[in-house]
Nanobody
Framework: VQLQASGGGLVQAGGSLRLSCVASGSIWSIDGMGWYRQVPDKMRELVAIMDADGNTNFAESVKGRFTISRDDAKNTVYLQKNSLKPEDTAVYYC????????????WGQGTEVTVSS
């Protein structure tokens, strides 16, 4: 499974950003897609994932601000991020696997998101 993420960038606090990730390859072998993030000197953490049945799992810190959606016809998962905070600054990784618990096993390249205060 190959994952291609896009949509990162610089945004002011309170702003919005949408990340996209397109899956290709053996996508028949997975049913979950989503996003993790990582900042320097910290472990990669789950942000939001969704399985094929629409079950989701969000980090507590993003609940109510971030939404995840999928377009299975396009093999694409989206992360809509609203009310961004400086602490959301990180490298965001698209991921794929099974279920809505994780951890996922397939990873895309990271896309950097910087939220300025």
């Amino acid at each position: 499974v190959q994952l291609q993420a896009s949509g990162g960038g610089l945004v002011q606090a309170g702003g919005s950003l949408r990340l996209s990730c397109v899956a290709s390859g053996s996508i028949w072998s997975i049913d979950g897609m989503g996003w993790y993030r990582q900042v320097p000197d910290k472990m990669r953490e789950l942000v939001a994932i969704m399985d094929a049945d629409g079950n989701t799992n969000f980090a507590e810190s993003v609940k109510g601000r971030f939404t995840i959606s999928r377009d299975d016809a396009k093999n694409t998962v989206y992360l809509q991020k609203n009310s961004l905070k400086p602490e959301d600054t990180a490298v965001y990784y698209c991921a794929a696997g099974w279920g809505a618990v994780g951890p996922y096993v397939y990873w895309g390249q990271g896309t950097e998101v910087t939220v300025s205060s």
